[in-house]
Structure formats: structure tokens, C-alpha cells
């Protein structure tokens, strides 16, 4: 017997046939914060195969406090999330081939990655992103764990195309919505116990123990000792856009144009040019320095601070303008930075 995964081998629902099949795994992880820190680090102890990660943004002290893998010197260096979690699961297990992406999760990056993943996991702050995910799981029929996490309320579900219904017919009728900004908060227990949903979950579907899978959506409230499993099945809408028999996957659909997000809680807006291009950002650099802006940054991105104000370019052409949630103030500032 494996050494390393022995405990999991004795648990007899996996045993050895089912670690075989979780050692072939491809499990890709959208969003490298909290909820996906935690899975991430769960999977890759687990022994799966390989791991994709993607992440559009670097670590902060303020994330320390709930996400798993990352130190003070990430922070302080802003190192990307994504680039991070790899280099600290690298020492957690060696034998998993880890893939980190720093940058959006947009459709166009996740089409072109869909072809040998297993299973997609959800990690997101939001649900853009979301009913993304929900629109390629549908598409490639690839297992797709949802979760959601708030102070200390949490939520999870389990979407398996062609048998439960999708995020989508969910939405019709839950308030799945909710508080989703940051402005309120969160406690690291409600992201571990959303986790724990997705890892059990994870494990179930890798080992090939389909059976298993929970077909109940799940909610709780760990401060107000709430807990709620409630049946899905009658949920799934026929007519439904995503996963009906008229689907369009509307969320696939590629738009163009320049992207402008405020990002709920963070005082920050976040500008994509319609086609993502390499910046220099060497050239960058050196333009800002001679023009007597404050300048810093690491191989994945550099930040400059122009009136007051941060910004953080990465390589795909992307920045985070820090210190205003005004779309209209940050895009001056994006192009009065790029010339
Ligand atoms: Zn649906």
C-alpha cells in the first residue's frame, strides 16, 4: 500500500481502486482566495494528478487571517495568489503537476483549458464567474462544485450535468445572491466548513463513487447554528438557458471591448483591454521612474502610485486601479499610466 495515502486507502468507500482513480485526476480550481486555498491544499494532499489554478489577483495581509498557504511574505511582496499556492502545495506534495494561471477566468482562457479537467471548483467572489463555470461544466459535462461564503453563512451544491439541476435553475428559485460583498466580513470557520463540503465531495466523484454525491443543496449559518439540506432534484427548470434542452450557454458568449469591474468591497476597480496583451512591464517600470512616480513590483506584475492613487498592472494587460470604486476616474487613470 501507498504510504503517503494510506489513511485514505483504509477508508473503504475510496480503498485502493479508488485512489488509482484519484491519482488520474485533473482538477481545475477557479479563484485562489480563501474558499480555493483550502481545496486546493485538501486535493493536493489527497494525491490527484494534477491541479490548475487560476487567479486574477496577488495576496494581501488582509487575506492572511482565512487563506491557507499564504505568509507574510507574500503579502508583502504581492506576490500573485495563484503563483503563490503553487509554490507552497509544491512542498506540501512534489508529485502533483501544478499549473498556475495568473489572470482572468474569462471564457475565452477557460474554453481553451477544458479538455483533460475531471472536475471544476468553484473559488470565486462572485457570480459572473460563477455562471461561467456553470455554462462549461454544462458544455464539456465536467462535475462543477459550487460554494459560496459569507460571515458566517455559507453555502454549497453539487452540479452534475445531465443529473442535478444547474446553478442557473437554482437561481430561479433561491436567493442565492445574498451578501456577497466583503464589506461584511467573514470568519475563517464558515470558509472550512464550505470546504469540507467541496473536499468530501471532491473525493467522491475523483474515487468514481458517483453514487455518493450528494444530491441535497446545502446551507448553514455557523453563528446562528442554522443548518439547512434541502432537496435539489424538483429544482431543474426544462426551459432552463443553461442546461435545458434549448441551451445557449449564454454565458459563454464572447463580448468585446474594454472590461470594466468595481470590485464589491475593496475600493478597487479592475480594467481588462478588450484583447489581453503582453505589457512590457520592464518598459513600464522605467517609464514611470523617470517620471517620478513611486514604483515596485515582482516578475508577475508592478504597482505605481500616480495622485494618490495604486495601481497594478500584470503582464496580460490588466490592472487594479486601488483607492476609488469610480469606474470612470479609474479608467482615466489606466490610460494616462499606459500613454
Ligand atoms: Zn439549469
Given amino acids: 500500500m501507498n504510504e503517503r495515502y494510506s489513511r485514505q486507502i483504509l477508508f473503504k468507500s475510496i480503498g485502493e481502486k479508488g485512489q488509482e482513480e484519484i491519482g488520474k485526476k485533473h482538477v481545475l480550481i477557479v479563484g485562489v482566495g480563501a474558499l480555493g486555498t483550502h481545496t486546493s491544499e ?159 465531495e471532491a473525493l467522491k466523484i475523483l474515487s468514481g463513487k458517483m453514487e455518493a454525491v ?38 459563454l458568449t464572447i463580448e468585446s471591448g474594454t472590461k470594466v469591474a468595481v470590485l464589491c468591497g475593496r475600493d478597487t476597480v479592475q480594467i481588462r483591454p478588450a484583447k489581453s496583451e503582453a505589457l512590457s512591464l520592464e518598459r513600464l517600470a522605467d517609464q514611470w521612474r523617470s517620471a517620478g512616480y513611486e514604483v515596485g513590483g515582482n516578475p508577475f506584475l508592478i504597482s505605481v502610485v500616480k495622485e494618490g492613487m495604486r495601481s497594478v498592472f500584470f503582464q496580460d494587460g490588466r490592472a487594479l486601479i486601488h483607492g476609488t470604486s469610480d469606474p470612470v476616474e479609474a479608467r482615466k487613470i489606466y490610460h494616462s499610466l499606459l500613454g
Fill in 42 to 200: 485538501l486535493l493536493a494532499r489527497s494525491g490527484v494528478r494534477k491541479l490548475t489554478l487560476i487567479d486574477r489577483d496577488y495576496v494581501e495581509m488582509s487575506n492572511l487571517q482565512r487563506q491557507h498557504l499564504f505568509t507574510e511574505e507574500d503579502a508583502a511582496e504581492k506576490w500573485p495568489k495563484a503563483a503563490a499556492a503553487k509554490e507552497q502545495l509544491q512542498r506540501i506534495n512534489s508529485e502533483v503537476e501544478i499549473e498556475a494561471i495568473v489572470g482572468q477566468a474569462d471564457a475565452v482562457l477557460m474554453e481553451s483549458l477544458m479538455d483533460d479537467v475531471d472536475l471544476l471548483i468553484d473559488g470565486t467572489d462572485n457570480f459572473e464567474t460563477r455562471f461561467l463555470l456553470n455554462d462549461l461544466a454544462q458544455k464539456y459535462r465536467i462535475p462543477y462544485l459550487f460554494g459560496s461564503c459569507v460571515g458566517s453563512f455559507g453555502m454549497a451544491f453539487s452540479i452534475i450535468p445531465g443529473v442535478t439541476p444547474c446553478l442557473q435553475c437554482l437561481l430561479k428559485s433561491l436567493p442565492l445572491q445574498g451578501q456577497t460583498c466583503d464589506t461584511v466580513g467573514i470568519i475563517a470557520p464558515t470558509v472550512q466548513m464550505v470546504t469540507a463540503h467541496q473536499g468530501a
Fill in 214 to 251: 450528494r444530491q441535497a443543496y446545502v446551507t448553514f449559518d455557523l453563528w446562528e447554528n442554522e443548518y439547512l439540506s434541502l432537496k435539489a432534484g424538483a429544482l431543474k427548470d426544462k426551459y432552463c438557458l443553461s442546461c435545458g434542452a434549448e441551451r445557449t450557454y449564454p454565458f
